[in-house]
């Protein structure tokens, strides 16, 4: 039987590649045999109250749930194994960039997931410091969690 990690999966889903990087991740993350769903920690189903602000914006003015989403979000962070991260190059999403710095100060792994299509494309230079690995999201689906290693980015930082 493989060891199974739970992983907090960070992602941005404020325009349409981003949208595409999240559902082809999603999908691969499914797929993984060293991923164990039941333990998974995804932000975007664990809003407060259930109320996604995709779908109700009007709660992006909401202290309450802010401040209880946000906190619910560190805890997932808290309770998994390792992050992971969708980084779309041309739209960083600074949640993200928040979630990978206390994931990378609690010393979890911090794993990196570009498109294949953005791949090489220059990142910024302090979520590129937090990262422990860089894999092409064509690469999720088979990624071994269980012995996540540094590498470096194939692209410049700014």
Same mark, same amino acid.
């Given at each position: 039987?493989?060891?199974?990690?739970?992983? /907090?999966?960070?992602? !941005? $889903?404020?325009?349409?590649? %981003?949208?595409?990087? /999240?559902?082809?991740?999603? %999908?691969?993350?499914?797929?993984?045999?060293?991923?164990?769903?039941?333990?998974? /920690?995804?932000?975007?189903?664990? %809003?407060y109250?259930?109320?996604?602000?995709?779908?109700?914006?009007?709660?992006?003015?909401?202290?309450? $749930?802010?401040?209880?989403? #946000?906190?619910?979000?560190?805890?997932?962070?808290? %309770? @998994?194994?390792?992050s992971?991260? +969708?980084y +779309?190059?041309?739209?960083?999403?600074?949640?993200? !960039?928040?979630?990978? !710095? /206390?994931?990378?100060?609690?010393?979890?792994?911090?794993?990196?997931?570009?498109?294949d299509?953005?791949? !090489?494309?220059?990142?910024?230079?302090?979520?590129?410091? +937090?990262?422990? @690995?860089?894999?092409?999201?064509s690469?999720?689906?088979?990624?071994?969690?269980?012995?996540?290693?540094?590498? #470096?980015?194939?692209?410049?930082?700014?």
């Amino acid at each position: 039987m493989t060891n199974k990690k739970s992983v /907090y999966f960070g992602a !941005g $889903w404020f325009s349409d590649v %981003q949208n595409s990087a /999240y559902d082809k991740a999603m %999908q691969a993350m499914k797929d993984n045999p060293t991923i164990d769903e039941t333990r998974n /920690y995804v932000p975007l189903e664990h %809003q407060y109250k259930d109320i996604r602000v995709d779908e109700h914006p009007e709660y992006l003015h909401d202290k309450e $749930w802010a401040t209880a989403t #946000f906190l619910g979000d560190i805890n997932g962070i808290k %309770q @998994t194994d390792l992050s992971t991260f +969708v980084y +779309v190059p041309k739209e960083e999403d600074v949640g993200c !960039g928040v979630e990978m !710095g /206390y994931a990378y100060a609690m010393g979890k792994p911090v794993v990196v997931i570009v498109p294949d299509e953005q791949w !090489g494309e220059p990142i910024n230079l302090m979520s590129w410091g +937090v990262a422990t @690995t860089y894999i092409k999201l064509s690469d999720l689906a088979t990624f071994d969690f269980n012995n996540v290693s540094f590498n #470096f980015y194939d692209g410049a930082v700014y």
